[in-house]
């Protein structure tokens, strides 16, 4: 009797432990998904969807974008709600996946969205920017109107094409906006950022189908996105000496994650590691509506290329 005792405390125990040493999700005070990480003045932000379906609920129920940021990767703090689709009068419905990217000490959180029916537009997916002078806002509407609707881009007959903005400021200073569901979508921005500088230019990549991620490495440009195949969607990536191309398509990097038909990269390198954010469904009462982020580490080889990601319950160890 006194061994099996032991036995289940040291289990008791034990399970204690990994609870305390698990860190995926690493937000679990609301359900999260689509996250954008930013590095600012040494501190790392995450930029996240809000999802609040119920459990039962057959759709997305996303009403607003929030704000988290850490210092060591594992002490997270909460800035709340920074921006809704009420700050856009044009909008309505859903907040899809968003970028915030930093130019000339402003902070320009491009965001998808849907248009109300009006003069400008029949209504569709459409994509929004809004400005701040601070990483955490107050953030507000930059043009008053949308700055992609659905009129601007007739390759697709869906209404839900023009979603999920990602945003590079490439080192000449020249930034490009793409975005897409079912292609992909890409424009040179002016440098107010708040204006196309030229054509839409369509440019697919292999088994590409939404939640593109741009940046650039070493010299290498790296578009990462979920990709079409079976659901649930896997990430996928391709690699290009320009920023417009030609991409070469390289092969998936994250497979299927648990209790989501959805993923969504975030890559960001922060103090000397490179950290691949995502979401998965895998808090309690989690789901493909209501869904959270989760990080984990990503690797490259000497050819630049990107090792598998590795999907783990414990994340990312503290950094100083």
């Keep these: 009797m ?13 399970l204690v432990f990994s609870k305390l040493q698990a860190q995926n999700p690493i937000f679990t005070n609301i359900f999260t998904a689509d996250p954008a990480p930013l590095v600012h003045k040494g501190r790392l932000y995450v930029y996240t969807g809000h999802d609040t379906a119920s459990v039962t609920a057959p759709n997305y129920k996303m009403p607003d974008w929030h704000i988290y940021s850490t210092t060591d990767m594992k002490k997270w703090k909460h800035h709340g709600m920074k921006l809704s689709t009420l700050t856009f009068s044009w909008a309505t419905g859903d907040a899809y996946a968003a970028q915030c990217v930093e130019r000339d000490g402003k902070f320009y959180w491009f965001v998808s969205t849907f248009h109300k029916k009006s003069e400008v537009s029949q209504g569709g997916a459409a994509i929004g920017v809004a ?26 007959p869906h209404a839900w094409d023009d979603i999920d903005p990602t945003v590079l400021i490439d080192d000449d200073g020249q930034a490009y906006l793409y975005w897409g569901n079912g292609s992909m979508k890409w424009a040179k921005l002016k ?5 196309l500088d030229g054509p839409i230019t369509v440019d697919t990549p292999k088994h590409y189908i939404e939640g593109p991620w741009v940046y650039k490495r070493n010299g ?22 320009s920023p417009t191309g030609p991409w070469e398509y390289k092969g998936i990097i994250q497979e299927n994650v648990p209790n989501s038909f959805t993923t969504h990269p975030g890559i960001i390198d922060y103090k000397g590691k490179s950290y691949f954010f995502y979401h998965n469904g895998t808090l309690p009462t989690g789901g493909s509506y209501r869904r959270s982020i989760c990080v984990d580490y990503m690797y490259y080889n000497e050819d630049g290329t990107i090792q598998k990601i590795i999907q783990t319950k414990e994340g990312v160890k503290k950094v100083k």
């Design 131 to 156: 400005v701040a002078d601070s990483p955490i806002g107050p953030f507000k509407d930059a043009i008053g109107k949308a700055l992609i609707t659905n009129e601007m881009t007739k390759d697709k």
């Design 220 to 241: 290498w440009y790296y578009l990462v996105y979920a990709s079409a195949g079976t659901k649930p969607e896997m990430i996928e990536y391709c690699m290009s000496k």
């Design 191 to 195: 440098p107010n950022m708040i204006e």
């Design 2 to 14: 006194k061994n099996k005792l032991s036995l289940a405390i040291l289990f008791l125990g034990l």
